[in-house]
């Protein structure tokens, strides 16, 4: 089985301060891990990826996340926040191996960027 | 570029009646996936298809529900004798094969119960 926790469910930043969005994830096998974001009255919509290799992985919007795996994290980052990037963000994992393809996700934490 | 689209977006319903939401994925997507939002929680995974078998169904899945997908491109979600604990974001999401995880999702069908 696995699962996902996001630390915080509301998080405020200034505009240009650092943006650290936590996550921490439990699995049985190696996970395939994700970060989606989801701005208001939107889908949700992909912001990074981790598979396999490098652990540290870049998005869109200037977001990168870096893989840990003693640490079973996958926290989200982003050097200088701007106002658009206020949303909901949402990490999730999946099964790495065959025959499974769900994701399972966060409950969520939500980014203010206040001006 | 068209992406998931989903219709309605917005029913209000009464308790004991069904409802049906429509998805259609992006076109050259095989894989089309059903998710539950709640208030404050993530999307949880209710089914998946790959073209039109249903391959993988959650447990949260009750006999109430039922999912199609006819001819691999458009599906369906019926929820017969709707309770108020049905109320939610029903989010539909394609992916093309081979992309575990990367899903295109449509803006969801909100479902009001009362």
């Known amino acids: 089985a696995q699962s996902v926790t996001q630390l915080g469910s509301h998080v405020s930043v200034s505009e240009g301060a650092l943006v650290l969005l936590r996550c921490n994830y439990s699995s049985s096998v190696p996970p395939y891990l994700f970060w989606y974001v989801q701005y208001p009255n939107q889908g949700l919509q992909l912001l990074l990826k981790y598979t396999t290799g490098a652990t540290l992985v870049k998005g869109i919007n200037g977001f990168e996340a870096e893989f840990k795996k003693s640490e079973t994290s996958f926290h989200l980052t982003k050097p200088s926040a701007h106002m658009s990037d206020a949303a909901e963000y949402f990490c999730?994992?999946?099964?790495?191996?065959?025959?499974?393809?769900?994701?399972?996700f966060g409950k969520g934490t939500k980014l203010s960027v206040i001006p | 570029d068209t992406g998931v689209s989903q219709d309605p977006r917005h029913k209000i319903t009464k308790r004991g009646q069904n409802v049906t939401f429509r998805c259609d994925p992006i076109?050259?997507?095989?894989?089309l996936y059903w998710y539950r939002q709640t208030l404050g929680q993530g999307p949880e995974f209710l089914t998946y298809f790959q073209n039109e078998a249903q391959l993988e169904k959650s447990r949260l899945l009750s006999d109430r529900f039922s999912a199609e997908r006819p001819k691999g491109s458009f599906s369906t979600l019926e929820i017969q004798r709707t309770e108020q604990g049905d109320s939610a974001m029903y989010l539909c999401?394609?992916?093309?094969?081979?992309?575990?995880?990367?899903?295109?999702f449509g803006e969801g069908s909100r479902l009001t119960v009362l």
């Open positions: 999401a394609s992916s093309p094969g081979g992309r575990t995880g990367e899903l295109f």
């Open positions: 076109s050259e997507h095989n894989r």
């Open positions: 999730a994992v999946a099964y790495s191996g065959a025959g499974s393809y769900q994701l399972t």
